[in-house]
């Protein structure tokens, strides 16, 4: 097996006594959704804490705690390392030891227990609020196949074990693209939305001085949205066929906003009162690239979910 696959496994919290129940190198809860959430012992990465519990509730799922390190240790003395509450609010849990790199390592572990989310924190040990995220979480989130929820340390609302988010803020430019990245992650968002009875809101921003896209197939804003009483309701309405197809118990909402996107949906959050804000990108972080991704990281008070797609996907 290859080093980053290489792990201790310990299960800790089956049916009513959370802390107790330890059985090692079996692993029976695979047809349960997998919430994985890494941390490496700083209280930033903590920060995501709740927000992986919160997942692992709405989910019906099994939360997967694992910590990448060089040598071993028991696992009461891991639980107080990480300052991991000794009985978190979930019904069952894991706790992975990992050796390897440790990108390499999470990634190879999610994927080995088929993990339908990754939750963790913007940042680490090396916090600093001037910078986007930690260097282990930028490539996390530049590589990883599956959704990933960050929570930004130090942000307003942080959330606890009973988050539930009301809303979740998807934007959308109206291109097929734009739609096909949406695609990739609508089944997990409807099941969130059914587990916490949450809306799905759709956000088209118009960027002043941006040309309307070109790409076959694109629903842009019409000509006269000056005069919305005559053009908005039709075409809100094709584009919720077109993009949106949303079972009939899912709260869906359609709005429009002009302004410069990143401030325009931080703004949108606040004044909709959203609690997760939904992304999806081409996992590039170059200079000029993701600037949306970038901006709304570095400034959100919210959860962001992230999904990386493939170009053409």
């Known amino acids: 097996m290859p080093e ?20 090692e ?17 700083s209280e930033t990465a903590l920060a995501a ?12 799922g099994v939360l997967h705690i694992v910590h990448v390190a060089e040598g071993m240790v ?6 107080h390392r990480l300052h991991v509450p000794a009985k978190p609010s979930v019904k069952e849990f894991v706790l992975h030891q990992l050796k390897g790199e440790p990108v390499e390592a999470i990634l190879a572990f999610a994927a080995s227990v088929g993990a339908a989310m990754l939750v963790m924190s913007s940042h680490g040990w090396t916090f600093n609020p001037e910078y986007l995220a930690g260097h282990v979480t930028l490539e996390m989130i530049r590589r990883a196949a599956i959704p990933v929820l960050l929570v930004r340390p130090g942000s307003r609302s942080v959330p606890g074990p009973d ?5 979740m803020l998807v934007p ?5 693209e734009a739609s096909a990245g949406l695609n990739l992650m609508f089944d997990l968002l409807v099941d969130i939305a059914r587990s916490t009875k949450a809306g799905i809101d759709v956000l088209h921003v118009a960027q002043p001085g941006q040309r309307q896209p070109a790409t076959a197939g694109s629903l842009t804003v019409p000509t006269y949205l000056d005069y919305p009483q005559y053009e908005w309701p039709g075409w809100a309405e094709e584009f919720r066929e077109r993009f949106m197809h949303a079972p009939p118990d899912v709260k869906l909402r359609l709005f429009h906003r002009d302004g410069e996107p990143a401030k325009v949906m931080l703004e949108f959050a606040t004044e909709k009162q959203e609690y997760m804000i939904v992304l999806t990108w081409r996992g590039h972080l170059e200079k000029k690239r993701a600037e949306l991704v970038k901006e709304v990281l570095r400034s959100t008070d919210v959860p962001v979910l992230l999904l990386r797609s493939e170009p053409g996907s």
């Open 4 to 23: 980053a696959g290489r792990r201790r496994q310990v299960r800790i919290g089956m049916g009513r006594d959370k802390v107790g129940i330890v059985c």
């Open 25 to 41: 190198g079996r692993f029976a809860m695979r047809k349960k959704p997998a919430i994985v959430i890494p941390l490496d012992g």
């Open 49 to 60: 804490f709740g927000a992986a519990e919160a997942m692992t509730n709405m989910m019906g």
């Open 74 to 79: 028991p696992q009461e003395e891991l639980l």
């Open 163 to 167: 988050w539930k988010p009301m809303r």
């Open 172 to 176: 959308l430019d109206g291109t097929p």
